[in-house]
């Protein structure tokens, strides 16, 4: 298996304001994460793959500007909300594959549940 | 048609049952299948992953994987109330590395 943890949890913001999510892979190097977003009661959506050192590669729709996507190390990548609104309140996920695993299993972590007011 | 498909639910079925939930994709060329589970409110968890037709055993869960029907399905047995959630297919669609989810089947086990 493998661990992913991401940080805050959950975080209440005013509209306007930014808000960064940390995605860590703790028992792994991922040289590719994953995030997505979730609204209640609907399916996952992949918002973009994020790649170590490189830029991250975005999904039909999702506007790079708004959600900045940072990939710096092998264990650390972090999306940043840009001048949130409430229609981006949000639960926020990534996902990471172990390169070493021989498969293409995902990991995800815990998740991170995001209010604007 | 979608590249991949689960009946939504909700599938009720009373404890100690077999719960059979099942997944369909369009795409023959896929090779690996993933079977999560998602608690209301949480991320989703890998339960299974299956890559070779037939079945595949982990204590109460079994995948099965038929490439030629182009499905695969997971069973539960002996259900319990704790499995309740609902369930996401995953197929690596046309050998991408990332894979497509499904839109999940809601499980209800009822004491």
């Known amino acids: 298996g493998a661990v992913v943890s991401q940080h805050p949890s959950r975080v209440i913001c005013k509209s306007g304001t930014s808000v960064k999510i940390e995605c860590r892979s703790l028992?792994?190097?991922?040289?590719?994460m994953f995030w997505y977003r979730q609204f209640p009661k609907q399916s996952l959506m992949l918002m973009a793959t994020?790649?170590?050192?490189?830029?991250?590669?975005?999904e039909q729709g999702v506007e790079k500007d708004k959600f900045l996507i940072n990939h710096a190390s092998l264990t650390l990548s972090t999306l940043t909300v840009t001048s949130a609104h409430p229609e981006d309140s949000s639960f926020y996920i990534c996902?990471?594959?172990?390169?070493?695993?021989?498969?293409?299993?995902?990991?995800f972590g815990p998740g991170t549940r995001l209010t604007v007011t | 048609q979608k590249e991949v498909e689960q009946n939504s639910g909700p599938l009720s079925v009373p404890e100690g049952a077999i719960a059979s939930l099942n997944c369909t994709y369009s795409?023959?060329?896929?090779?690996?299948f993933f079977w999560y589970r998602q608690y209301s409110g949480k991320s989703p968890e890998l339960i299974m992953s299956?890559?070779?037709?037939g079945d595949k055993e982990d204590g109460r869960f079994t995948a099965q994987l038929n490439k030629a029907s182009q499905y695969v399905s997971l069973l539960i047995r002996d259900s319990q109330p704790s499995d309740s959630a609902t369930y996401l297919c995953?197929?690596?669609?046309?050998?991408?590395?990332?894979?497509?989810f499904g839109r999940g089947t809601s499980l209800i086990v009822h004491p």
């Open positions: 299956i890559y070779s037709n």
């Open positions: 996902s990471a594959r172990n390169p070493t695993s021989g498969g293409y299993e995902q990991y």
């Open positions: 994020s790649n170590e050192g490189s830029k991250a590669t975005y």
């Open positions: 995953a197929v690596n669609v046309g050998g991408s590395y990332i894979p497509t």
């Open positions: 028992d792994f190097q991922a040289t590719t």
């Open positions: 795409d023959r060329v896929s090779q690996s």
